[in-house]
């Protein structure tokens, strides 16, 4: 038997994960994803998806070596070892998108 279309965000809202939408027809409709407190599973003018859950920021951290030249690393172990003259925030925008 062929599992349901969305059977991984039917397995998630009923885990108590928050659910998103949007129209599949985003021509006429605007882009964005909404909450979706009881999703219509079988209504082909939507696609869902789980509610991305925010990720823990990364860094490059910025440390002189042994010569004192400046290098950039993203190992926080190896950095912790050495002088951090700072550290520089790293984002990127990966929508996950569902269709």
Not at 1 to 23: N, V
């Amino acid at each position: 038997m062929k599992s349901h279309k969305w059977a991984k965000e039917i397995k998630a809202w009923a885990d108590g994960e928050e659910i998103e939408f949007r129209y599949v027809n985003r021509l006429i409709h605007k882009d964005d994803w909404e909450y979706c407190d009881y999703p219509d599973w079988n209504d082909n003018e939507f696609v869902f998806r789980i509610k991305p859950q925010p990720k823990e920021p990364q860094y490059l951290y910025v440390y002189a070596d042994f010569r004192g030249d400046l290098q950039i690393t993203d190992n926080t172990e190896y950095a912790n070892s050495h002088k951090v003259f700072g550290k520089i925030k790293l984002e990127a925008d990966d929508e996950t998108e569902t269709n």
